[in-house]
């Protein structure tokens, strides 16, 4: 069996009067996170460790801010169309890994509905898709409620000549 493996990093600054939405979900807040999208930052770094699997270039790449087509989008369209071109190149997606930083709000209370979400993007079984979120103990810019990072690592198999 082939399996590649690529990871990717994505950083929002949050935004009084803007929706938090990650994973797919929206997550009730004080504030959301400023972005051209829904600034989902959990699905735009799993888009690039899924990109990065097969050497696809980046998420600004495919889908580049500056078209306004993208404006305000839901940012599943962007990983149900990331995982077209992974299935284009013969692979598809087997496992994710998910780390988010925020000192703010609770995370865990949303893994399971964000799993489902994530899970039917990719048509991949919840029981393959992991998300985890870790406070920076109030150090750094995630510590000062400044905005969300996002560390996302993907593997692919080979689905087609093996
Ligand atoms: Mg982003």
Redesign the pocket.
Known sequence: MTIRVGQGV???PFKEGRDLVLGGVKIPHDRGLE???D???VI??LCDALLGTLALGD??RHFPPSDPRYRGKD?RFFLREVTGLVRAKGFSPHQVDVTILAERPKISPHVPAMVAELSSCMGLDPSDISIKATTTERMGFTGREEGIAVWAVATVRKTEGR
């Open positions: 994505d950083v929002h972005g051209h999208s600034a989902d930052a735009h770094a998420i600004g940012s």
